[in-house]
């Protein structure tokens, strides 16, 4: 049923394409952009009321960030599409049992933070506003989270980033952009009227944003985490930063899926962090 209806809205985007390939192809962005906010739960404020919640600042974003105190180095945590900081709640209670120093945030359009459009180039700024804030060591980000994260170290080479953790991450923004338009089935007349506004809003192509690329320019150590069988972002994805970030380890998992939120993900995770 959801494909037959992304398809339905796609095959209105194509017709108002006949028309306009460029307003067309605007709405097909904004729609790419426009993530759903899910209601936080009355248990899952609960938990997020338990750290110490902080508003933050970039351009005229409100970043929501949450701060569960500890004496060892600070863990700051991305989520990412159409989810938000409480998703990490396994894997906090567990730092926390450590004494780790932890930090989540929401994204952009995500959780409580403010706005209503998302991608990960603005993510990756409202990332790096927080990390610096708190003097972050070690960065987690899942998917999106993830791409958003490399693409903040990649621009900025923040030094007090000791370790990354990648979980899921889409290794490029054309195969992210493709499966999109494959998903709504977009005449090649829009996708590359979508490719032109693209370069003419962050003043380069698609294929440009390789996050996997990126990550070569990245010291910190790293943890790649990946399902074999991802139905979301495929696992030649994470074949593809391995062959880029050099100071990584990937490890293969089967059966959890895009979430990775398991016990043992979250082991892998932990005996990284600390060692």
Known sequence: ??????????????????????????????????????????????????????????????????????????????????????????????????????????????????????????????INVVAKKFNAKIVIGHSVGGMATTFFLHKYQLPTIEKLVLLGVPSNFVGVFGRYVNMMGYTTRISKTMDDLILERFHNKPEHFNAAKFSETITAKGLLIHDKYDAVIPYSDAEDFKNFYKNSKLITTEGFGHGLQSETVNDHILTFVSH
Do not use: Q
């Open 1 to 126: 049923m959801k494909n037959i209806f992304a398809k339905l809205i796609g095959a209105i985007i194509n017709f108002i394409g006949l028309f306009s390939r460029r307003a067309a192809s605007k709405i097909a962005i904004k729609l790419f952009s426009s993530p759903r906010r899910k209601r936080i739960k009355e248990v899952e404020k609960d938990f997020l009321e338990t750290a110490f919640i902080e508003d933050l600042k970039y351009d005229d974003i409100s970043i929501m960030t949450y701060r569960w105190l500890g004496k060892k180095d600070t863990v700051l945590l991305a989520h990412g599409w159409e989810s938000n900081a409480v998703r990490w709640k396994d894997l906090i209670l567990k730092l926390k049992a450590l004494d780790y120093n932890v930090i989540a945030l929401d994204a952009p359009a995500h959780g409580l933070s403010s706005g209503k459009l998302f991608n990960a180039l603005i993510y990756s700024e409202c």
